[in-house]
């Protein structure tokens, strides 16, 4: 079994709390199998009877019926009948219900039901859940497997798992293909008819060859200090194709609201303040990124990169791009400005890290800087 201890831990910690728990993410990367697998066991290994969970499983064609509006509510409560017995609510897919949002909330008023749900990112965005949901829910939001949980589940020689990580990622399915071109394919499935296509609809979009065109810019120039003019000239020049970036600012919105992106802004140091643009993206899953790319990343820094980046976020990390001026004498012994760069700056609780990714550190200036 996989183990998700970082999400598990955020399960338990919310439990029997009033707000209903929200488990978003990415397609395949793992949401269900959380709630269903991992932390059902964990409820049964604590005292928990299996009766007490209440499972639906919405993408199910058994239970089409329970879409209908009010069926899923009726139904979890003829279940769930006894009003001295404590209940754990698992909808799965719950996206799929007929104003699910009102039958949730009545759900998790009933003072002796734990609401657990989950939701594909076609209709249940991040963006969804802060407005629909409001102060009445918890998000947890599951990522694909970052390093250090790949490499704990890696079955093979250890010695090969960073390089394949690097290049497949660690989207779970993944352990299902034993070869290469299996890999590839599954990463190229998910990311033509799932990731995008789920963009696609929920911004009830024509303009499906712009979209794949800024989905794979943003994978080129991953790591790279980025903004709606900048695409738009890297389009023009690469391409030769002309968008506007109105449809760019909203395209990296809506790619960023699916999970397939992060934007991470970066923080002036100095001043202490946030510089809203340039800003730089990075792929949550670096196989999804390689896959668009056809594996043409020769840069093993921006790979790197990458994964440092993933790996911090999914530890629990707020990241930003640290930026910062000094005044430095050039040359010529005059006094300028001069800005430096800091890949992350990494805080967690009252701590807070400053990393930089190097593939060694030739000269001592490096070091000084």
Request: glycine share 4%; proline share 2%.
């Amino acid at each position: 079994m996989i183990k998700r201890d970082f999400y598990l831990n955020q399960l338990i910690s919310k439990r029997h709390s009033s707000k209903v728990k929200i488990i978003t993410g990415l397609r395949r990367c793992g949401k269900s199998f959380l709630l269903l697998k991992i932390y059902k066991q964990y409820l049964i290994e604590n005292g928990v009877n299996e009766n007490q969970i209440i499972i639906v499983q919405l993408d199910d064609e058994e239970n089409d019926a329970l879409r209908e509006k009010g069926k899923l509510r009726e139904y979890i409560e003829n279940k769930a009948n006894d009003d001295k017995t404590q209940y754990y609510i698992f909808i799965d897919e719950v996206q799929l219900a007929n104003d699910f949002v009102r039958c949730v909330n009545s759900l998790n008023k009933h003072p002796n039901y734990d609401v657990y749900i989950t939701g594909s990112n076609s209709k249940f965005l991040s963006k969804d859940i802060n407005d629909e949901f409001k102060d009445r829910g918890s998000e947890i939001n599951v990522r694909p497997l970052y390093f250090s949980e790949f490499y704990d589940t890696y079955q093979k020689d250890k010695r090969f798992a960073l390089n394949e990580y690097i290049r497949y990622g660690g989207m779970p399915g993944l352990f299902e293909e034993e070869t290469d071109l299996a890999k590839e394919r599954y990463l190229d499935n998910l990311m033509k008819k799932v990731y995008i296509d789920d963009i696609r609809r929920n911004i009830n979009t024509n303009l499906i060859d712009e979209l794949y065109m800024i989905v794979d810019a943003l994978c080129a120039v991953t790591g790279s200090l980025t903004n709606p003019l900048n695409m738009a000239n890297y389009l023009y020049s690469e391409r030769k194709i002309k968008i506007d970036n109105e449809t760019i600012t909203r395209f990296f919105e809506e790619i960023t609201d699916a999970f397939l992106f992060d934007k991470v802004n970066r923080y002036d140091i100095r001043t202490n303040k946030y510089l809203n643009t340039p800003c730089k993206y990075y792929c949550q899953d670096i196989g999804l990124r390689n896959i668009r790319i056809n594996f043409r990343e020769t840069n093993q820094g921006f790979l790197i990169e990458n994964v440092v980046y993933n790996e911090l976020v999914g530890r629990g990390y707020r990241v930003d791009v640290g930026f910062l001026t000094q005044k430095k004498k050039n040359k010529e012994g005059k006094y300028v400005y001069v800005q430096s760069e800091i890949d992350f700056i990494a805080r967690i609780s009252s701590k807070e890290y400053f990393i930089q990714i190097m593939d060694d550190i030739p000269y001592s200036k490096h070091l000084e800087n």
